[in-house]
């Protein structure tokens, strides 16, 4: 049997990483045990706000806007979440990284937007680990940053250190670290 495309699998682990259903959001084990054995890495964090369209929220009076009315709409409109960066193992075994936009809805999270990060998926490398810039549960400003140690030749000895950042924009680096 043909092994799933590398997009197939980050978008399995998104659904069964985020499925709404409060009764298997509860139960850890099943979660885990339904993940495809080649996802190797899952990390998340950050934070991202989309305030939706500003000028159709507006209702105008007198050529001034009704604040009150902007203000409860905006409330309505605004959809927040984080970010999750995912790392699998790609049918030629080498790794394959993606960084996804989940979106806290009303029903659970929800995938809300994928990006291949291929700056990373071109090198032909192995993730040795992933970890988050920030391990303490918050985050004061907009965006994400995350560190990915790799190799692209099995024979070294330290993996290299490549950064994932996303900014305030919603603009992606990345880079290879440099210290």
Avoid: H
């Avoid at 990483?17 to 950050?46: K, M």
């Avoid at 960066?85 to 030629?92: A, P, S, T, Y």
């Avoid at 990006?115 to 391990?135: C, F, H, M, Q």
């Amino acid at each position: 049997m043909p092994l799933p495309s590398p997009k197939t699998l980050f978008i399995l682990a998104g659904l069964l990483v985020s499925v709404p259903s409060a009764s298997l959001a509860q139960n850890a084990e099943e979660i885990a045990e339904a993940l495809p054995e080649r996802v190797l890495f899952v990390t998340s964090g950050g934070y991202w706000e989309d305030a939706g369209d500003a000028d159709s929220r507006e209702t105008a009076t007198d050529g001034e806007a009704d604040t009150s009315e902007t203000e409860e709409a905006g409330a309505d409109e605004m959809r927040r979440g984080y970010f999750r960066l995912i790392v699998v193992r790609g049918e030629d075994n080498r790794s394959l990284a993606e960084l996804q936009r989940i979106e806290l809805a009303a029903d659970g999270p929800a995938l809300d937007q994928s990006t291949s990060l291929e700056e990373i998926n071109e090198l032909g490398a192995y993730v040795t680990d992933v970890r988050p810039e920030n391990s303490t549960g918050t985050s004061s400003q907009r965006g994400f940053a995350a560190f990915v140690y790799l190799k692209t030749d099995p024979s070294v000895s330290e993996p290299e250190t490549w950064t994932v950042i996303v900014d305030e924009f919603g603009d992606i680096v990345v880079e290879q670290s440099s210290n």
